[in-house]
């Protein structure tokens, strides 16, 4: 996967609280279930955490906003990635800035077109061991990339993809980390569309926690389907190359935070009814279905009746 150098990059798209700060003040600590804590090895793995506790009943929020291995060191400075959008190819900074600026500028376009509604652009924050959010509590490190309806931001710890990925047998390649920003923008798309709120069962096989997992990871192949082609304010696309080997990478990252596998590795067993983001089967399967449906409709799996939802 390679980044255009001619891409003008935004990185207003990002709030970086990488210096070492928590944040905003106030909250407290983020209610996951899952694993016996936030800092359980279940929870720390889990792509996309997401607690239905935080959600109002309705499902509604506020907001105040309105490569080849992904190894080397970050440049501390995101401003740079406006001045030389190559260093997308070098540093993760820049390469989270261009994954941001592609997601958001094709769901800017397609969310519109597909359901006849404004998308809101919302921003992805980079922080460092710990991190307040505005709605959602406290995280840290462990906790894993996560989505917070409250403020609508894109919480994610860049040291994620260093160590607990790693420690699954998953590869730290760019399109694993595009995969992961555009899974967790596909909860961001669930949020617009209400879908949130449906959450009543928490695990399980074929629970609503599963339901609203699988579903980002179909949006996010939805969004893979098209990232090649999407273009910045000048016409150019932010993405210049991506091959069937670098989509792959993105199904193995879906295969190793796999709830099956997930416990198999961590408990020596598989536990179906303690499953909340899905088999490693079912979220493979959810991405293909947005990799070749290309809809929004194709992975709304709440609604009745649609026979791609990929059953356990």
Not at 271 to 282: D, I, L, V
């Amino acid at each position: 996967m390679r980044f255009n150098p001619k891409a003008r990059l935004d990185s207003s798209q990002i709030e970086d609280r990488t210096g070492g700060g928590g944040g905003s003040r106030g909250g407290t600590s983020l209610p996951i279930k899952a694993g016996g804590g936030i800092g359980g090895l279940v929870l720390v793995i889990a792509l996309a955490i997401f607690a239905p506790d935080l959600l109002d009943g309705s499902g509604t929020t506020s907001s105040d906003s309105s490569q080849g291995q992904s190894q080397t060191q970050g440049s501390g400075d995101f401003a740079a990635c406006e001045r030389d959008a190559d260093l997308a190819n070098s540093t993760r900074e820049c390469r989270l800035v261009a994954i941001t600026n592609a997601v958001q500028a094709y769901w800017a376009d397609a969310y519109p077109q597909q359901t006849g509604n404004r998308y809101q652009e919302i921003r992805t924050v980079p922080f460092s061991q710990a991190v307040t959010t505005g709605g959602c509590g406290q995280a840290t490190s462990d906790t894993g990339p996560f989505y917070c309806p409250r403020d609508q931001r894109v919480y994610l710890d860049l040291t994620f993809f260093d160590t607990v990925l790693r420690q699954l047998g998953g590869n730290d390649t760019a399109f694993t980390e595009a995969y992961v920003v555009a899974h967790e923008y596909g909860h961001h798309i669930e949020n617009l569309m209400g879908v949130l709120g449906r959450v009543r069962s928490r695990s399980g096989p074929n629970s609503d926690s599963v339901k609203l997992e699988t579903m980002a990871d179909c949006l996010a192949g939805v969004w893979t389907r098209s990232a090649a082609t999407v273009k910045d304010a000048d016409g150019n696309t932010f993405i210049s190359d991506l091959t069937r080997d670098d989509i792959d990478e993105g199904i193995d990252a879906a295969k190793v935070v796999g709830d099956d596998s997930i416990q198999e590795r961590t408990q020596g067993r598989i536990n179906p009814e303690g499953w909340t983001h899905g088999s490693s089967r079912q979220r493979i399967a959810a991405f293909d279905v947005g990799l070749n449906r290309g809809t929004i409709e194709a992975c709304n799996f709440f609604r009745a009746g649609n026979r791609n939802y990929p059953e356990a």
